[in-house]
C-alpha cells in the first residue's frame, strides 16, 4: 500500500455507543493495529495474549479493517461479518450481541510549525518560504502545509490555508473545523 496515499494523519475512526448520544462514550481509534475487548468494550495498543478474544481494527484511509479471529459474534449493518471485514464511516456494528456501535469520522486537523522538510521551501499560495517560526496547517492527505498564523489581522499575519479550499498539491479539502464528519449517526 502507498503510505503516500493511505495516511490521513488529521482523520481518526470513533466507535460511537448507541445508547450513549453522539459525543459521550465514544472510543478513539489510534492509527496503529488496536484491540478491542468485545464484554468491557476496552481498547487497547497490546498484542492480546492467546487466551483473550478480542476484535482487531486497522484504520487504512477513510477505511476500518476489522479482524475477527476468535469468531465474536459481529454484526454489520445487521448482516453477519466475515472475519476480515472492511468497514466505512456510519457502519453500525453489533458486537457480542449486546453492543451497538457506530463508526464515524473524526477530524482534528493539525497545526503547528512546519515540518523540517518543508523549512526554507516556498508556501504554494503567498510564495514567502516557511520557517521554523511559523505556524501552519497540515493537508490531511499529502502532508503538504499552508500558513495559517494567529490572530485577526491579514495584513499582518499569513493564513493562507484560508485563502483556499482545497489543498493546491493533492486537492484534498481543506477542513479546519475539529469534529466529526460523519453525519446522521444513529438517525433514520
Ligand atoms: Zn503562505
Ligand atoms: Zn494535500
Same mark, same amino acid.
Given at each position: 500500500?502507498?503510505?503516500?496515499?493511505?495516511?490521513?494523519?488529521?482523520?481518526?475512526?470513533?466507535?460511537?455507543?448507541?445508547?450513549?448520544?453522539?459525543?459521550?462514550?465514544?472510543?478513539?481509534?489510534?492509527?496503529?493495529?488496536?484491540?478491542?475487548?468485545?464484554?468491557?468494550?476496552?481498547? $487497547?495498543?497490546?498484542?492480546?495474549?492467546?487466551?483473550?478474544?478480542?476484535?482487531?481494527?486497522?484504520?487504512?484511509?477513510?477505511? +476500518?479493517?476489522?479482524?475477527?479471529?476468535?469468531?465474536?459474534?459481529?454484526?454489520?449493518?445487521?448482516?453477519?461479518?466475515?472475519? @476480515? &471485514?472492511?468497514?466505512?464511516?456510519?457502519?453500525?456494528?453489533?458486537? =457480542?450481541?449486546? &453492543?451497538?456501535?457506530?463508526?464515524?469520522?473524526?477530524?482534528?486537523?493539525?497545526? $503547528?510549525?512546519?515540518?523540517?522538510?518543508?523549512?526554507?521551501?516556498? %508556501?504554494?499560495?503567498?510564495?514567502?518560504?516557511?520557517?521554523?517560526?511559523?505556524?501552519?496547517? &497540515?493537508? =490531511?492527505? %499529502?502532508? =503538504? @502545509?499552508?500558513?495559517?498564523?494567529?490572530?485577526?489581522?491579514?495584513?499582518?499575519? +499569513?493564513? %493562507?490555508?484560508?485563502? @483556499?479550499?482545497?489543498?493546491?498539491? %493533492?486537492? &484534498?479539502?481543506?477542513?479546519?473545523?475539529? $469534529?466529526?464528519?460523519?453525519?446522521?449517526?444513529?438517525?433514520?
Amino acid at each position: 500500500m502507498n503510505p503516500q496515499t493511505e495516511s490521513q494523519p488529521s482523520l481518526s475512526f470513533h466507535l460511537i455507543p448507541a445508547q450513549a448520544g453522539k459525543e459521550g462514550g465514544a472510543i478513539s481509534l489510534p492509527k496503529s493495529p488496536s484491540y478491542l475487548d468485545p464484554e468491557t468494550l476496552e481498547i $487497547g495498543t497490546e498484542k492480546p495474549a492467546p487466551s483473550q478474544r478480542r476484535l482487531t481494527f486497522e484504520p487504512h484511509g477513510r477505511n +476500518l479493517l476489522v479482524l475477527n479471529p476468535d469468531r465474536v459474534p459481529l454484526r454489520v449493518n445487521d448482516l453477519n461479518a466475515p472475519r @476480515v &471485514h472492511l468497514l466505512e464511516e456510519g457502519d453500525h456494528l453489533l458486537i =457480542g450481541n449486546q &453492543h451497538l456501535l457506530a463508526t464515524a469520522l473524526y477530524n482534528c486537523p493539525e497545526i $503547528g510549525p512546519p515540518p523540517s522538510a518543508n523549512i526554507g521551501r516556498a %508556501c504554494p499560495v503567498c510564495r514567502n518560504t516557511f520557517t521554523s517560526e511559523d505556524r501552519v496547517y &497540515h493537508c =490531511g492527505s %499529502c502532508g =503538504g @502545509v499552508l500558513h495559517l498564523e494567529e490572530g485577526d489581522n491579514p495584513d499582518e499575519s +499569513l493564513q %493562507c490555508a484560508l485563502s @483556499v479550499t482545497h489543498c493546491l498539491t %493533492c486537492n &484534498h479539502p481543506i477542513n479546519l473545523e475539529e $469534529g466529526y464528519i460523519t453525519q446522521g449517526i444513529f438517525e433514520q
